[in-house]
């Protein structure tokens, strides 16, 4: 079966840095994104990754290992605002999403 | 601005009743999706379509339909066939559909609760 793996919940301090690791096995893969969601919100595009790599943008970068089918999305200068739910998601060899559980992130001052 | 509307953002229904949420948009996406978010899950497929008059069953249809009539309008029916219908629904758009990097847009969502 096709599956993703993200941490329920983590803590971090404002200012700081936390990193959020998806693992994943599909059938295949197109492509794997990062989304941001506030609690009752919609969730947000945040970043894609198709190439091994890091993929930089402001304070948010995204990092794919193709050959370990893991991800992790680093967040730097940790705000309050970043408090919210991270969901990983996969493109798979016929174009279908898969999606994680999302990962909490709460954020202390 | 351009985005993706649904309706109503909260919705209690009892047993046995049909509702229908409403989703637009006006961002000229031909491809259109319904999920449905449960805590401690991942978002869940209900249909999408990639085109007016067409559309096609995700992971989880039983229970539900759809309708694809306009472009910029893709309404889920929750039937009373749905076993466990309380969820969070979320809607979403993309440019086309069959390529890795298509980018969702989503709308504010519909909490259905049923009494």
């Known amino acids: 079966g096709q599956n993703i793996d993200q941490p329920t919940e983590m803590t971090a301090t404002e200012g700081a840095i936390v990193q959020i690791n998806c693992t994943y096995q599909?059938?295949?893969?197109?492509?794997l994104f990062w989304y941001q969601q506030h609690a009752g919100e919609a969730p947000t595009f945040l970043s894609y990754?198709?190439l091994d790599g890091l993929e930089e943008k402001g304070r948010f970068s995204s990092f794919l290992s193709r050959s370990k089918g893991y991800s992790y999305l680093l967040l730097k200068e940790l705000q309050m605002k970043d408090s919210a739910s991270y969901l990983c998601?996969?493109?798979?060899?016929?174009?279908?999403?898969?999606w994680g559980a999302g990962t909490k992130l709460i954020i202390k001052p | 601005d351009g985005g993706i509307t649904q309706s109503p953002k909260y919705l209690f229904r009892k047993e046995g009743q049909n509702v229908t949420l409403s989703c637009e948009q006006n961002?000229?996406?031909?491809?259109m999706y319904w999920y449905r978010q449960d805590p401690g899950q991942g978002l869940r497929l209900i249909y999408y379509s990639q085109i007016v008059n067409d559309f096609q069953k995700g992971d989880i249809a039983e229970g539900y339909s759809v309708s694809r009539e306009k472009k910029e309008s893709f309404p889920l029916t929750v039937t009373s066939a749905q076993k466990n219908p309380t969820a969070f629904y979320l809607c979403a758009s993309s440019i086309g559909a069959g390529s890795g990097a298509n980018v969702l847009t989503f709308g504010a969502g519909s909490r259905l609760t049923v009494l």
């Open positions: 961002l000229n996406h031909d491809a």
């Open positions: 998601a996969v493109t798979d060899s016929n174009y279908q999403l898969i």
């Open positions: 599909t059938s295949g893969f197109n492509g």
């Open positions: 990754n198709v």
